[in-house]
């Protein structure tokens, strides 16, 4: 069996918006044992839409799409379909009652427009959207030398597509497999090191056809270990993953923070929780993200429990307080134990943009110089995460050399 991505829309195939949504139905493809021949990107034109959908029917058996399901004018997916099934767009009563409650749990009128969203290809099944307007579309069609493909379509919102993939979607394809399985995944989350050295430093774990697979991806410098394994049930899963991720945590040691939806701040304020700790930040360089992490960090953990980061400030970039005076500033302001501090922006005697990151308690203080890298988009991003893992290391692991 083999698999295609189309993403639909004029800001993907503009250059003004980058099609994340393909990069990441292809990982979860290839969990599953798809392989994904084709990635396919076409703006929201009816004629456009044809010539994809009829060359990847003929070459692919399922075809995941993203994107067009929208009420406007050129949300055209839907068309799309109906025109090459050869059957008209009916209206489904149950998905329209669906859209109309989210518009009327928001107190406001729905818009005539929002019913195309109801309308789906005669024959076809909906794929339902617990958070947005936009039901999904699940439909086969005819291959030119026979047989039938079977289309996958999700609107192009990932915080949408995303658990309508996991709920239906996923389960519709297993159920399509030969020998239909139970696969079941796990997350190891690392910071620290880029996306090669990490390879590097997991001979032979990440390679194709090993069972359990092991898929590696960066996003802002972050790396996801996606271990993956295929079992007759859940409890055999596990028991194919542990090996595995063990040798992941001996191998990676201290660059492991976490699993599944961790994220390094969350991590550190874990450790500083477990240390019966409390935090606080001040920043230039890194112009408020060290903060913005860590605020949301605090939100997310248990309400009932302590408060582990007190409050953070962020200075002017013209400020030129030393970064050790920052954390003891932003300490003693919020009468925390630890406090973090970032200093601004300047250039290393080799040309290069760097800034330094300082940890303070009442017993010590250390500085530890931090050079920008991975072009402007995530420098910022990834500095404030390194800035947040070497206090998290700091608690964890205080005799580690910085």
């Known amino acids: 069996m083999h698999a295609e991505v189309i993403a639909i829309g004029d800001e993907l195939t503009s250059g003004q918006r980058l099609d994340t949504n393909s990069r990441w139905m292809a990982a979860e493809l290839g969990v599953l044992g798809i392989p994904v021949g084709f990635h396919t990107t076409v703006p929201d034109t009816l004629e456009a839409g044809v010539e994809a959908f ?14 067009g399901l929208g009420p406007t004018a050129d949300d055209l997916t839907r068309d799309v379909l109906a025109g090459l099934a050869g059957v008209p767009l009916e209206l489904d009563t149950p998905s329209l009652a669906w859209v109309e409650s989210r518009f009327a749990r928001r107190g406001v009128p729905m818009p005539e427009s929002n019913r195309r969203q109801a309308l789906f290809p005669c024959g076809s099944r909906v794929i339902p959207n617990p958070t947005g307007t936009a039901p999904g579309i699940d439909i086969d069609l005819p291959r ?3 047989g039938r493909a079977r289309i996958f379509a999700l609107p192009g919102v990932p915080a949408e597509m995303k658990p309508m993939w996991r709920a239906t979607v996923e389960p519709a394809i297993l159920a399509m497999l030969p020998d239909r399985a139970t696969i079941v995944q796990r997350r190891i989350k690392c910071f620290g090191a880029g996306e090669s050295a990490i390879e590097a430093m997991l001979p032979d774990l990440v390679r194709r056809g090993r069972d359990p697979l092991v898929g590696i991806t960066a996003h802002e410098a972050t790396i996801t270990l996606r271990i993956a394994a295929r079992g007759r049930d859940e409890a055999h899963c596990r028991a194919l993953i542990a090996p595995t991720e063990e040798t992941i945590r001996t191998c990676l040691g201290r660059l492991v923070y976490g699993v599944e ?16 700790t409390t935090l606080a930040s001040a920043e230039i360089g890194t112009a408020g993200r060290v903060a913005a992490i860590l605020a949301q960090a605090e939100a997310r953990r248990d309400r009932s429990a302590a408060a582990g980061f007190l409050g953070g400030r962020v200075l002017g970039s013209r400020d030129r307080l030393g970064v050790e005076a920052l954390a003891t500033a932003a300490r003693r302001e919020c009468g925390a134990a630890i406090g973090l501090g970032v200093g601004p922006l300047r250039t290393t005697d080799d040309g290069r943009e760097a800034l330094d990151i300082a940890i303070v308690t009442e017993r010590s203080a250390s500085v530890v110089p931090h050079v920008l890298g991975g072009g402007p988009d995530i420098a910022l991003s990834r500095a404030a995460k390194t800035a947040v893992d070497l206090m998290r290391l700091a608690i964890v692991d205080p005799e580690a050399p910085r």
């Open 54 to 67: 009829r060359a990847a029917v003929a070459r692919a058996d399922v075809v995941v799409v993203t994107g």
């Open 261 to 276: 939806d961790d994220e390094v701040e969350d991590a550190a304020l874990a450790a500083v929780a477990a240390a019966g």
């Open 144 to 146: 030119p030398g026979g």
